[in-house]
C-alpha cells in the first residue's frame, strides 16, 4: 500500500476514535491511527497482551525487552497506565469494557460478517484476539484497503472465508469510501475526494445504498 | 510453601508426555531457565499450552527447534517457521483457541471449574461440535477447562512466602498459567532476602508456586 493511502486511512479512522475512548488497534494498518490522534483528544489504547496506556513506540536504545504490543513491537506506557495479566485483558475486551476496536479484513459482507483470520488450504497463524475483540468491543471497524493486491474486490455479498464472527462489524474505512453497515446493508457515507461513485461501486461486490447526496 | 531448586531439578521433575501450560507472549516472559534446561535434558512428547507460539529458539520455539513437543493448545503461531513446518508435517498436533477464551479454560482449571461460558466463537468453525447453552436468552459456547501437568511461568520478583511479582507486559499469561499448575514453577529474577512484596502489591500468591528457580537471564 502507498504511505499516502496508508495515511489518510489512518486519519479517517482517528476521527472515528472519541475523547475518553479506550480503543484496541489491531496490528499493521490500524495502528496507524494512532499518529493522528488530534491534539488535545484523549485516547486510551490496550495492547491485548496486558496494557492499558500505550504510548509511542520509544527512541532507537530505549527499548525496554519486556515493553511489547501484541504485535511483539517496542511500546512506552503513557502516564496512567495499567499493566494487567491476559485473562483480565480479555474480560476488558470481551466484557465490553473497550469502546473501539480497529482490525484489518480479508473480506467483509453486507450482513456485517468478518472474515479475517484464515485462509483455507493455506497457511494458519491462529485468531490470536481477533475473534474476542470483534464479540466483545462496542464498536467494531475494518481499516482495510478497498480490493486485495489482485484488485478483486473485499466488501463481499457473502463472506466465502471463514469468518472470524458474524455480523460484527460498523463501520468499514477504505483509502476509497467510508461505508457503515445498517440493519438495512451497506451505506455509503462518503466517498475519498478524487474517487468517482462509479469506480467505488466497481471496487465493491456488495450492494451499497447510496444516499441521494453522494450521486 | 516453596522450594528453591535448580533449572536442571525442574527438568527432571517434567516426564514426557507432561503437559505444560507455558507463560509468555512471543518470548516476552517465557521462562528461558528452565526451557533451556529440558532441552537439554531431552524430555519429549511434551503437550504445550501457551498464547503464542514465540521465535525460533526463543520461547517455546526451544522446545520445538528440538523436536520435543507432540501437541499445542495456542491461539497463534504466526511468528514460528518451525512449528508452522512441524504442524504442515503432523509431527504437532495443534489446537487454535481465541486467546480470551484460551485464558479462561486455562483459568477455569486453575480455579476448580469445568469451563466457561463465552460468546467468543459463535457462528465461526471454533463453534463446531461444542455446545451452545442459553443464559438470559443470550447464546454461548461451552467451552471446557484445559488441564496442565507443570506450569513454568516467568516473574520479575519473588519474596520468601513465594509471593510474585512480574515486570510490565512480561505479565501477560503467567498469572493465568501460575494458578492452572498442578504444580508451579516460576523462574524470578530474584528472590527479596530482607523485605516481602507489599500484600497489595502481590499479583500472584505465593499459595500457587511450588518451586522457584533463579532466572539466569540477564534483566535491567
Same mark, same amino acid.
Given at each position: ?215 | ?19 505444560? &501450560?507455558? *507463560?509468555?507472549? $512471543? ?5 528461558? %531457565?528452565? @526451557?533451556?534446561? =529440558? /532441552?537439554?535434558? !531431552? ?64 483459568? &477455569?482449571? *486453575?480455579?476448580? $471449574? ?5 460468546? %467468543?466463537? @459463535?457462528?465461526? =468453525? /471454533?463453534?463446531? !461440535? ?81 518451586? =522457584? /528457580? ?7
Amino acid at each position: 500500500m502507498t504511505n499516502d493511502k496508508r495515511t489518510h486511512i489512518g486519519k479517517r479512522v482517528a476521527q472515528e476514535l472519541l475523547d475518553g475512548d479506550y480503543v484496541n488497534l489491531g496490528i499493521g494498518l490500524p495502528t496507524e491511527a494512532a499518529n493522528h490522534i488530534p491534539e488535545g483528544r484523549k485516547v486510551v489504547f490496550q495492547s491485548e497482551n496486558g496494557i492499558m496506556g500505550v504510548g509511542p513506540a520509544p527512541a532507537e536504545g530505549q527499548e525496554d525487552k519486556d515493553m511489547i504490543n501484541a504485535g511483539g513491537g517496542y511500546i512506552t506506557a503513557v502516564p496512567g497506565a495499567s499493566f494487567f495479566d491476559s485473562a483480565t485483558s480479555f474480560a476488558i475486551i470481551r466484557g465490553k469494557h473497550i469502546d473501539v476496536t480497529v482490525l484489518g479484513a480479508l473480506q467483509v459482507d453486507q450482513e456485517g460478517n468478518l472474515a479475517n483470520w484464515m485462509i483455507p488450504g493455506k497457511l494458519i497463524p491462529g485468531m490470536g484476539g481477533a475473534m474476542d475483540l470483534v464479540t466483545g468491543a462496542k464498536k467494531v471497524i475494518v481499516a482495510m484497503e478497498h480490493c486485495d493486491k489482485h484488485g478483486n474486490p473485499k466488501i463481499l455479498k457473502k463472506c466465502n472465508l471463514p469468518l472470524t464472527a458474524p455480523h460484527c462489524v460498523n463501520l468499514i474505512i477504505t483509502e476509497m469510501a467510508v461505508i457503515e453497515v445498517t440493519p438495512q446493508g451497506l451505506l455509503l457515507k462518503e466517498i475519498t475526494e478524487g474517487y468517482t461513485l462509479e469506480e467505488v461501486l466497481k471496487a465493491t461486490e456488495a450492494e451499497l445504498i447510496v444516499p441521494d447526496s453522494l450521486k | 510453601m516453596f522450594q528453591l531448586i535448580s533449572a536442571e531439578e525442574a527438568a527432571a521433575m517434567i516426564k514426557p508426555h507432561s503437559r505444560i &501450560a507455558l *507463560g509468555g507472549f $512471543l518470548a516476552v516472559g517465557t521462562p528461558e %531457565t528452565i @526451557l533451556d534446561a =529440558i /532441552v537439554e535434558a !531431552g524430555i519429549n512428547n511434551l503437550h504445550i499450552i501457551a498464547i503464542t507460539s514465540d521465535y525460533i529458539g526463543k520461547g517455546i520455539g526451544k522446545l520445538v527447534d528440538a523436536h520435543l513437543v507432540k501437541s499445542v493448545q495456542v491461539s497463534h503461531m504466526g511468528t514460528n517457521k518451525n512449528i508452522q513446518d512441524q504442524v504442515n508435517s503432523g509431527e504437532i498436533q495443534s489446537e487454535l483457541i481465541p486467546q480470551g477464551t484460551l485464558m479462561e479454560r486455562v483459568r &477455569a482449571f *486453575g480455579a476448580g $471449574l469445568g469451563g466457561v461460558l463465552t460468546p %467468543t466463537g @459463535l457462528g465461526t =468453525i /471454533v463453534a463446531e !461440535g461444542k455446545q451452545i447453552i442459553n443464559v438470559d436468552g443470550k447464546d454461548y459456547l461451552l467451552e471446557p477447562a484445559i488441564a496442565s501437568d507443570f506450569a513454568l511461568i516467568r516473574a520479575h520478583k519473588a519474596d520468601k512466602a513465594g509471593n510474585l511479582i512480574y515486570r510490565k507486559t512480561a505479565r501477560n499469561g503467567n498469572p493465568v498459567m501460575a494458578m492452572a499448575g498442578k504444580i508451579t514453577i516460576a523462574e524470578v529474577d530474584e528472590i527479596l532476602e530482607d523485605e516481602y512484596i507489599d500484600p497489595e502489591a502481590v499479583i500472584t500468591p505465593g499459595v500457587f508456586v511450588n518451586y =522457584i /528457580v533463579l532466572s539466569k537471564e540477564g534483566r535491567k
